[in-house]
């Protein structure tokens, strides 16, 4: 194990930015091959996502057992996951669990901003500079920057006259709020949302509810985790791992091969009824073309509506809260008690999508000429997804080309690894790889391990650069349109989109499928990195 003590100004070999669940697994691959790393981090401890979103109530919507390293076996057989979906303060020990675990502190550097990351065409080496007044030099970076660590704050007008209390879930107080007594509005419907809702609700003494668009959300049915059940998964961990990396999402949804249509309305009610009373997103594998079928998309949605309908008693409020699009385009939310808390006399939702917020004023929010003042103030808002972290930093490539230049339409990548014109600059969980249509941290592994790779084979053969080809990255961008294309989700606003970012290029950013995207990238480098030019 290499511990580089990093000297100011030093040439290291890899320069890693971002400490997150990618990033943490990338330093530990990067060590075991010996080579000189640091990570930098904005937040003040490792975590990512799972450091900034500390909301009332967040948790992962994939189940623990599933939602967890396995490069080390004895890491998987030793930790032990309290709940069926493990809450945010669980997720961010384990992470921090695996730093001292693994011995990575020493390589981890916390408060510390990347600004700028430029490639040096004639020294073959990234320069970074940072909100620290420090520079980095490293012969490659990767961008370990997350897929949702961006936040998205729309410029609602007067934004800044509120006299009370803001907070974005996303980058929400480590010491918590106490609401009560309170009145609070939150803005937004998304996961971040509803997941808080309940808990926000229960506090305050009144919660008023932005909804623009409504979402489809499953009962979550969390509950804690059986010493049977884990002990079952335990005995034969690796055959789990390896099954669920076998399906399209990375995750057992228990998909069911039939189509919606294929079988008797009973059938279907019947399925949809047990996946409902199971819980989770695997809602979305009660057949096989829900994602790709209208006709049968429309059978699930039907299906949700009507459970809406008979949780939330007043029925105008049961209505608002009817989404009409289709279901999964958006990322279908899992919640706990969500739709129950609308029932709650101190909760009112208010409908923005025909009149949207006016104005924030001095004391609350104006929507239709009408006046909701609040204490606090909260937007659950999202993220400018997958690029957002990355168009935050200056990153030059080539020329000085921008990469914002570059993606001004859209990113453009090969595999979602690489992008032309930014020789040894990879990506983790890139626009145009798997990443948020998958269990993240299958598709953070498979990362990590392809470009730890990568990186000790251009070593080892003495290549100064690697870098993808025009004709690589222009077929693969368009092998990841045709295949979001074959389904439905291209059919929404979503932030898979880029949708819900006022002026962000619409392309569909993750691709589709995460056993042929392995496939493609081991074929890649079993055939010398083919797709990628390398420079001696
Ligand atoms: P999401 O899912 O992007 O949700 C953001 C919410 O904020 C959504 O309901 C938006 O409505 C709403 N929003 C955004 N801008 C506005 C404006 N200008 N006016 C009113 N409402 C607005 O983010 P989350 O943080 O909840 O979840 C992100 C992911 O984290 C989630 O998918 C999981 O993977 C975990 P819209 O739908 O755009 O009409």
């Known amino acids: 194990m290499n511990n580089f003590d990093h000297q100011p100004g030093a040439e290291l070999d890899v320069v890693v930015v971002g400490a997150g669940f990618a990033g943490l697994y990338l330093l530990y691959r990067l060590r075991e091959l010996g080579l000189s790393v640091r990570v930098l981090e904005a937040g003040s401890g490792p975590g990512g996502t799972w450091y900034w979103n500390r909301y009332p ?12 390293y396995q490069f080390s076996p004895e890491l998987q057989a030793d930790w032990v996951w309290r709940e069926r979906y493990a809450t945010q303060p669980e997720i961010l020990h384990y992470i921090n669990h695996v730093a001292d675990r693994f011995d990575l502190r020493g390589d981890l550097q916390f408060n510390t901003r990347v600004d700028s990351a430029h490639f040096d065409e004639a020294a073959g080496r990234w320069q970074l500079t940072t909100d620290t007044g420090e520079v980095f030099r490293a012969r490659f970076c990767v961008m370990a920057t997350g897929c949702l660590s961006s936040t998205n704050l729309p410029d609602f007008p007067g934004r800044q006259r509120f006299t009370g209390a803001t907070y974005h879930t996303g980058r929400w107080p480590p010491a918590g709020v106490d ?12 996961s971040s949302a509803i997941q808080s809702i309940p808990h926000i609700a229960e ?14 959300s499953i009962p979550a049915r ?20 390896a099954r669920n990396r076998q399906m399209s999402f990375g995750v057992d949804f228990r998909l069911r091969e039939e189509a919606a249509l294929s079988v008797s309305a009973a059938e279907r009610e019947r399925e949809y009824h047990a996946r409902w009373a199971a819980g989770g997103l695997a809602f979305l594998g009660a057949f096989s073309d829900l994602l790709v079928d209208q006709a049968a998309n429309d059978t699930a949605a039907e299906f949700i509506r009507q459970q809406i309908k008979a949780v939330v008693s007043d029925p105008l409020t049961a209505e608002k809260l009817t989404p009409t699009q289709i279901v999964g ?9 969500y739709y129950e808390t609308f029932n709650r006399s101190n909760v009112t939702l208010v409908d923005v999508s025909d009149s949207p917020i006016e104005a924030i004023t001095a004391q609350g929010v104006r929507v239709a000429g009408q006046d909701y003042p609040f204490d606090s103030l909260i937007f659950a808002t999202g993220f400018d997804a997958m690029t957002g972290a990355l168009a935050k930093i200056d ?5 000085g080309r921008p990469l914002s230049e570059k993606w001004a339409a859209g990113p453009r990548t090969y595999l979602g690894l690489g992008t032309v014109g930014f020789p040894n600059l990879f990506l983790m969980t890139g626009p ?25 084979y251009v070593s080892s053969a003495q290549i100064k650069t690697i870098e993808a080809t025009l004709e690589a990255e222009d077929a693969w961008v368009e092998h990841v349109n045709v295949v979001a294309h074959t389904t439905l989700y291209p059919s929404c606003n979503s932030w898979y989109l880029g949708a819900n970012v006022p002026g962000k290029p619409r392309v569909f950013m993750p691709y589709i499928g995460f056993p042929p995207y392995v496939a493609k990238c081991d074929q890649v480098a079993a055939n010398g990195y083919e797709g990628f030019e390398l420079a001696h």
């Open 57 to 68: 109530g967040a948790r992962c919507d994939v189940l623990s057992m599933e939602y967890s």
């Open 179 to 190: 609401f009560t007594g309170q009145r609070v509005g939150i803005i937004g419907t998304g």
């Open 203 to 216: 506090q305050a003494a009144h919660l008023t509810v932005f909804q623009r668009t409504p979402s489809y």
């Open 222 to 241: 969390n509950a804690p985790l059986g010493d049977a059940e884990v002990a079952h998964i335990k005995a034969d961990y690796a055959n789990f791992r």
């Open 329 to 337: 385009c958006k990322r279908l939310c899992v919640d706990s008690g």
């Open 395 to 399: 990153i030059r490539g080539r020329a």
């Open 432 to 456: 145009g790889s798997p990443s948020v249509l998958t269990n993240m941290l299958p598709s953070i592994e498979q990362h990590a391990d392809w470009i730890s790779s990568c990186i000790a």
